[in-house]
C-alpha cells in the first residue's frame, strides 16, 4: 500500500459497495446449506475486496444508543472531555496536538491529527463512571452492551473465517478472554478546495489486530485501496463493515489479507464512526495455521504471542505490508 505522507487527496472515485451479508444466517435455524452458501459469500468477500458490510446482526439498538452515547461525549467541552484520563493508551485523545502525549503521536505525522477519539476496553482499563460524572448518562451501559452485542457478532464472523480454513472452532478456542478495543471517534466539518482536493484525515494503514468491527454514521470518509486505487466505501448508517487486520494475514500467510485504508475530510460536517478492534487472548501464539501452508506458500511468519505482535506494530511507525 501507498506510504505517501500527502495531508491531502483528490477528489474521490466511483465508490465501492462491498458486498453484504446477512450474518444472522450463521445462527439459529437456518440450514446447513444455508449457512455453507454464507460462509462461501464471506470468503469471497473477504479475498477479493477484503471486506463486507454485515446485515442482519441484530444489534441495532445497542449500536444507536452507542452512536448516541458517543455524540454525547464529543459534546461536552474540551476542558471538560480532557478531565478523562489516558493510561496506557486508553481513554480519551483530543483533536489538538499539544495536548496530545507522546505516546499518542508515536510514527504519526501531528500536523494531520484532526479527530478526538476515546479508547475502551473489555475490562476496567480506565473508570467509564467518569464520563457518566462529567454529564454522560448512561454511557457505562451503552458500552458495555455494545461491547458485548459486537463481539458475538464477530465471533459468529471468525467461526466462519475458520469453517473455510478448514479449522472449525479454531479463533473461538482463542477469545476466551480477548484483547478488544473499542473506539469512539469524532471528525470536525471540513471544506473541499476548489481544485477538489479534500484532506486526508486518517493516513493509509491497516488495521493490527484479527479483524475490525465498524460502526458508521453512514456519511461519507472511510476510502479503501482497491485494485491500486483509492475508493470511498458504500455503507448505510446502521451498517457494520468487517475489516481484515493484519493479525489475520499472519495467521492465514497472507491468505486474508489485511485492508489497507483511510479517512478523508468529504462529509462537510460532524462524522462519527465507532469501530472494535477484534483480538485474541494475550498470550495466544500467533502462528501460521497448517491449512495456509503449502509447498508453493511456506510459512512467511514466524509464531509470536498476540500481546507482543500488537505491541510491535502499536510502538512502529512502519507499515508491513507494501
Not at 197 to 224: C, M, N, Q, W
Amino acid at each position: 500500500m501507498s506510504r505517501a505522507d500527502d495531508s491531502v487527496a483528490s477528489a474521490p472515485q466511483a465508490a465501492l459497495e462491498p458486498s453484504t451479508i446477512d450474518v444472522s444466517i450463521l445462527s439459529g435455524n437456518n440450514s446447513s446449506e444455508r449457512r455453507a452458501a454464507t460462509v462461501d459469500s464471506i470468503e469471497a468477500a473477504c479475498t477479493t475486496d477484503g471486506l463486507f458490510l454485515a446485515v442482519g446482526h441484530g444489534i441495532e439498538q445497542q449500536l444507536e444508543a452507542a452512536f448516541e452515547a458517543s455524540r454525547g461525549f464529543f459534546a461536552l467541552p474540551p476542558e471538560i472531555k480532557d478531565r478523562v484520563p489516558r493510561t496506557n493508551r486508553y481513554g480519551y485523545v483530543p483533536d489538538r496536538v499539544q495536548a496530545r502525549k507522546p505516546e499518542d503521536a508515536v510514527g504519526k505525522d501531528a500536523s494531520s491529527l484532526a479527530s478526538e477519539y476515546l479508547d475502551m476496553g473489555l475490562a476496567d482499563e480506565f473508570d467509564l463512571a467518569t464520563v457518566e460524572i462529567l454529564g454522560c448518562d448512561s454511557f457505562t451501559a451503552a458500552v458495555r452492551n455494545y461491547q458485548e452485542a459486537v463481539l458475538d457478532v464477530a465471533h459468529q464472523v471468525l467461526e466462519a473465517l475458520a469453517v473455510t480454513l478448514g479449522v472449525p472452532k479454531f479463533f473461538a478456542s482463542r477469545m476466551s478472554a480477548p484483547q478488544c478495543r473499542l473506539r469512539f471517534l469524532h471528525y470536525r466539518p471540513c471544506e473541499i478546495s476548489s481544485d477538489g482536493e479534500v484532506p486526508v484525515f486518517s493516513k493509509p494503514h491497516t488495521d493490527y489486530g484479527a479483524i475490525t468491527v465498524l460502526a458508521v454514521d453512514g456519511r461519507p470518509g472511510l476510502e479503501v485501496l482497491h485494485s491500486g486505487v483509492w475508493k470511498p466505501v458504500a455503507a448505510p448508517a446502521g451498517s457494520l463493515i468487517v475489516q481484515l487486520g493484519d493479525m489475520l494475514a499472519r495467521w492465514t500467510n497472507d491468505r486474508y489479507r489485511s485492508t489497507p485504508h483511510r479517512v478523508v475530510g468529504v462529509s462537510g460536517t460532524d462524522r462519527f464512526s465507532i469501530p472494535f478492534f477484534v483480538n485474541p487472548d494475550p498470550q495466544t501464539v500467533i502462528s501460521v495455521i497448517s491449512s495456509c501452508v503449502t509447498a508453493d506458500q511456506p510459512a512467511r511468519y514466524e509464531p509470536v504471542t498476540a500481546s507482543e505482535f500488537l505491541a510491535a506494530r502499536i510502538d512502529s511507525p512502519a507499515e508491513p505490508y507494501v
